[in-house]
């Protein structure tokens, strides 16, 4: 570092201040600052975090943080214009960031003919961002997870949405309190992959275009017997058409909000929060960083004794206090 010393409250910590008052307006700030790789934005990307951090806020984050992922050409976008269209009917906020595979691929005309999500650009109550994919190594990229823990703390829903099935939802699942998978009605991947045990079991499972019939109906009956056969209870699933006329909708927006409820929630971002520092410890200092703290699981247990409202920069600083 070079140059005089920054002054104690920068832009990070202002920016951070006002998305824990909830005040929206500073979320399209805070994306930017997490979004740059200067060193200098660095550090006041985790002056931001430190605001945002439940040590601040006195509990977790109020948002209801959800992931939705599939493959390529489900429904998601679509999907998700109908969900957001229902939550502002509720006079939820929402944020969504879409994490942008085209960015690792050259062209992106991977996604080809593929929906937009609609919203209405002068909604205060509406923030929709692109990220890019980022190194595929650390799971979702650092600026991914660190925007949906900043803005969990101002708006009421945050939405990550990753394109893939399996990989992608583990990665997901690491950051959010509920998974929603969407499968495309008729592509028997999904129902591979939850057999196999490819894939984790995710909190909702939604097929999409209902519209097209019996296939969408043979689709869900074929994951629910999956389901069954796994022994799972808990999940799921639920048949969506989104194109207008949508239906299921409500439901879907009804199961989510079930799910949340009967999560632990501090627990689960707790253990978001330790799974998040080891990746980036990871990144930062490699095999040759695990092994100076003693191995993995010393890394865990030094997290463990952490105290729990702790963001994740100040994990990985505590992990890096470690390595000494
Ligand atoms: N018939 C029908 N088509 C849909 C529905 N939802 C999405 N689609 C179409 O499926 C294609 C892919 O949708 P998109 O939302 O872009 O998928 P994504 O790649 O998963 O985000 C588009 O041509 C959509 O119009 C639906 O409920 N019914
Ligand atoms: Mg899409």
Redesign the pocket.
Known sequence: MSGAPRPQGGVGAAIGARLRLRDLSAAPAALNLLESTAPVDREQSAALLKEVSPAALGSEAPAHVIGVT????????????ALLHAWRQQGRSVAMLAVDPSSRRSGGSL?G????IDFDPTDRGVLIRSTAAGERLGGLAWATRAAAHALAAAFDIVVI?T?GVGQAETEVADVVDTVAV?VQPGSGDVLQFLKSGIMEIPDVLVV?????GQIAMRTRRDLSAALRSLGSRSTRVLS????PP?SGIEDLVAALEEHRAGLDVGERRLRARRAGALTDFALEHGERGLRALGGRRAAEQLLAAQEPGLEVPALVAALERGMR
């Open positions: 599939g493959p390529p050409g489900a429904g998601k976008s679509t999907l998700l214009s996604l003919d593929r929906a937009r949405e394109v969407v999409t275009k209902a519209d097209i969506v058409s989104s194109l949508p």
